[in-house]
C-alpha cells in the first residue's frame, strides 16, 4: 500500500471514531455512567486501539525510504503500538 493512501486512511479513520464517540456522547446527554455502558465504551476502545496501531504503522513508514509500507513497517508499528497500550496500562496501574 502507498504510504500517502495510508496516511489518509489512519487521518480519517482516528476523526470517525472521534466524531461517532462525540455523537455517542451527545446522544447520552454528556454524561455516561460506565457501569451502564460498559460495552458500548469496550467497543469505542477496541476501535481507538486498532486506530493506535493504523497510527504506529503510519509512523514507523515514515523512516522507510521505500514509497510503499513494507512488512517490516507494519511489524514495528504493531510492536510500536503494543509498547504505547503496555505504557498506558502500566500507568494506570501505578
Given at each position: 500500500?502507498?504510504?500517502?493512501?495510508?496516511?489518509?486512511?489512519?487521518?480519517?479513520?482516528?476523526?470517525?471514531?472521534?466524531?461517532?464517540?462525540?455523537?455517542?456522547?451527545?446522544?447520552?446527554?454528556?454524561?455516561?455512567?460506565?457501569?451502564?455502558?460498559?460495552?458500548?465504551?469496550?467497543?469505542?476502545?477496541?476501535?481507538?486501539?486498532?486506530?493506535?496501531?493504523?497510527?504506529?504503522?503510519?509512523?514507523?513508514?515514515?523512516?522507510d525510504?521505500?514509497?510503499?509500507?513494507?512488512?517490516?513497517?507494519?511489524?514495528?508499528?504493531?510492536?510500536?503500538?503494543?509498547?504505547?497500550?503496555?505504557?498506558?496500562?502500566?500507568?494506570?496501574?501505578?
Amino acid at each position: 500500500m502507498d504510504k500517502k493512501k495510508l496516511s489518509k486512511i489512519s487521518t480519517i479513520y482516528m476523526f470517525a471514531v472521534f466524531g461517532a464517540f462525540l455523537i455517542y456522547s451527545y446522544i447520552k446527554d454528556w454524561s455516561i455512567v460506565v457501569s451502564e455502558d460498559k460495552y458500548e465504551l469496550l467497543g469505542f476502545a477496541g476501535l481507538a486501539y486498532i486506530g493506535t496501531i493504523l497510527s504506529g504503522i503510519d509512523l514507523a513508514a515514515v523512516k522507510d525510504k521505500e514509497k510503499k509500507v513494507s512488512k517490516k513497517s507494519v511489524i514495528q508499528g504493531v510492536k510500536l503500538a503494543l509498547v504505547f497500550i503496555v505504557i498506558t496500562l502500566l500507568a494506570k496501574l501505578y
